[in-house]
């Protein structure tokens, strides 16, 4: 189940959540600098929860913001992903397939012109080469490694696209109340 944090006791609990697993969420910043990325999605842009559906535990959350820092926020075609992260224990094929599907659907509604999707993950990070290969023979798809950091991007149609392909069954893009 996912649920969007339209409302305070959601930004508390995706705040709180993250704040927990910020040593997991592999972003090489000071814990300043990951705050801003955790709470830039509830600022500037979409914050998800993603529910174990029996208990409504927190097993996992999102976040993207349309632009870029170094384009002043103006460039809206680009929706950058600040951060994604599944609980151990949740991490599968099909949940990521769910998962990345509502997060599809939830940058279409903000804002269906985007054409680029992109994260920043540490270079050497393998979850993150292993995430990008899958998309990396998608028309579109590119990576950039700058110091310690890769820019890792690819097209929003292409990405849909793959996502369609990729579920195993339908995937409903609902979200709880």
Not at 30 to 46: H, T
Not at 47 to 60: F, H, K, R, V
Not at 83 to 107: K, N
Request: hydrophobic residues 40%; contains cysteine; proline residues 4%.
């Amino acid at each position: 189940m996912y649920r969007r944090c339209d409302k305070e006791p959601d930004h508390a609990a995706y705040t709180k959540f993250l704040i927990r697993h910020q040593n997991e969420l592999n972003l090489p910043y000071s814990f300043p600098v990951k705050l801003s990325f955790i709470a830039a999605p509830l600022l500037y842009g979409q914050a998800l929860l993603i529910l174990e559906e029996e208990s409504y535990e927190i097993a996992g959350a999102a976040g993207f913001v349309l632009g870029t820092g170094a384009n002043e926020y103006e460039d809206t075609n680009v929706c950058q992903i600040e951060v994604a992260f599944l609980r151990e224990g949740y991490r599968s094929s099909t949940l990521f397939a769910r998962a990345l599907r509502v997060l599809l659907e939830s940058i279409r509604v903000m804002n269906p012109a985007v054409e680029t999707v992109q994260f920043w993950a540490p270079a050497d990070l393998d979850s993150a080469k292993r995430l990008y290969t899958r998309w990396r023979g998608l028309p579109g798809s590119s990576v950039r490694i700058e110091g310690s950091l890769a820019l890792y991007s690819v097209s929003f149609e292409e990405l849909d696209r793959f996502s369609r392909c990729y579920r195993r069954e339908r995937i409903t893009t609902g979200y709880a109340d």
